[in-house]
């Protein structure tokens, strides 16, 4: 998108943005997504938002708010449903207590 200081690619950006919601999608119902998928997505926001040096005023800016954007779908991509958290919390628990001492 912006790593080679050459500018902005917009069609990058959305070619990227496009597979980050399709991997958000497909891996919605998995409890763990595959480590090549992890390796990648690990390098997304600091890869992004570093090169935002390479630039000055509004091309800088640009490029930051992209990474923040990423960082937003990168972290849609490896979020737990609420189920699914509340459910592995109950499990971690001693004694079926959930937080705050309520019974399971």
């Not at 200081?5 to 919605?28: K, P």
């Not at 800016?61 to 919390?89: G, I, N």
């Amino acid at each position: 998108m912006a790593r080679s200081g050459n500018g902005f690619d917009v069609e990058a950006y959305e070619r990227l943005r496009r597979a980050l919601r399709r991997c958000a999608e497909a891996w919605a119902g998995y409890d763990a997504i595959p480590r090549e998928g992890a390796n990648v997505l690990v390098d997304v926001f600091p890869a992004t938002e570093t090169n935002a040096g390479l630039y000055e005023g509004e091309a800088a800016d640009q490029v930051r708010d992209a990474a923040y954007e990423l960082h937003d779908l990168v972290s849609a991509c490896v979020a737990l449903s609420d189920v699914r958290l509340w459910h592995r919390a109950k499990a971690a628990e001693p004694h079926g207590v959930l937080e705050h001492g309520n019974p399971a």
